[in-house]
């Protein structure tokens, strides 16, 4: 007895038997935020890089100047040191706060959970993580009250506990500014690079760390041997994230110094607004703003690469 089972499917089928989506679908999904790069970054980006060609004043028509911003830029001192500041910055907000957010997250994963519990764990995330949610004019400002030279909290305490000869003037000594908001920047961006570790550790097979405590091996040997090559992905993002927001950092050098005293604090994004707005040379500024944008490119492809050769090591 033979049975002959007839299927019939509306369009087109795959090997399966299933109906194929087409492909074009897809790219309706994209194009919202395809359209939205483009307005946001591309477009905008461009017609700054064109701008930097020209020697304009904001107001009237542009005139060309080909490369003569570049070659004043490379001459310029004042950008050379405003560079040299976001190197500073770079170690507040990527180096310093991803070495120390290692520690704490791991110390809340693998020894505070533990002895105290989740809860106490999340408080203190939160704790870490709150300057994260605090707009920086916020943070700022409170942090040149805390720094004032005359009643600063800061100050006040340092009196109280008999270190009167510790008082300075944080952000109006030029020596010391650069510093202080570097502590501000330490404060600010901790609790990132902590979040993320953390959530990278929650996929470490707990069964690493109990056979290395039952094999004698103490904290920071467990730190080094397993939370550390475990989250070196972690590692990767925070850092490179971190580091770009470094190199444009902005609001909290506006609310706390102004690029001062003296130039102390300047960074190339606020070099880039003061040259733009107050000393209205747009075409200068715009190629102060330029350079800066290549160099954010580079850094963020030079440390995608370094994560997918880390990655592709770890898998073979």
């Not at 500024?285 to 800066?292: F, K, Q």
């Amino acid at each position: 007895m033979t049975v002959t089972v007839e299927r019939r499917v509306t369009g087109k089928q795959t090997h399966a038997g299933h109906p194929r989506r087409p492909r074009d679908s897809y790219a309706l999904f994209l194009l919202p935020g395809v359209l939205a790069f483009l307005t946001v970054i591309i477009v905008p980006f461009l017609m700054n890089t064109g701008v930097s060609f020209t020697d304009w004043q904001g107001v009237g028509s542009p005139q060309w100047s080909g490369l003569a911003n570049y070659r004043e830029l490379l001459d310029d001192s004042e950008f050379w040191a405003s560079f040299r500041h976001s190197l500073f910055m770079v170690v507040a907000m990527a180096a310093v706060p991803t070495a120390v957010g290692l520690v704490l997250a791991a110390a809340l994963f693998d020894y505070v959970g533990k002895h105290f519990g989740s809860k106490t764990v999340a408080v203190l995330r939160a704790c870490f993580y709150l300057p994260q949610v605090l707009p920086i004019a916020v943070a700022g400002i409170v942090w040149s009250w805390i720094l004032a030279p005359d009643s600063g909290s800061l100050n006040e305490v340092l009196k109280a506990i008999g270190l009167s000869s510790w008082q300075q003037d944080w952000l109006g000594d030029p020596d010391i500014a650069l510093y202080s908001v570097m502590g501000v920047m330490v404060w600010v961006q901790l609790g990132f690079p902590l979040v993320i570790f953390m959530a990278g550790l929650q996929r470490v097979d707990p069964q690493l760390y109990e056979a290395a405590e039952l094999d004698g091996a103490g904290w920071w040997r467990r730190f080094w041997h397993i939370t550390l090559p475990q989250i070196r992905p972690e590692i990767y993002v925070v850092l490179t994230w971190c580091t770009i927001a470094a190199l444009k950092v902005f609001g909290a050098v506006y609310v706390l110094t102004k690029g001062g005293p003296g130039g102390a604090t300047n960074v190339p994004s606020y070099f880039s607004f003061t040259t733009f707005f107050e000393k209205t040379q747009v075409g200068y500024g715009a190629a102060i703003s330029t350079v800066l944008t290549v160099m954010i490119l580079l850094l963020s492809l030079i440390g995608l690469k370094l994560q997918t050769r880390a990655e592709e090591r770890e898998g073979s």
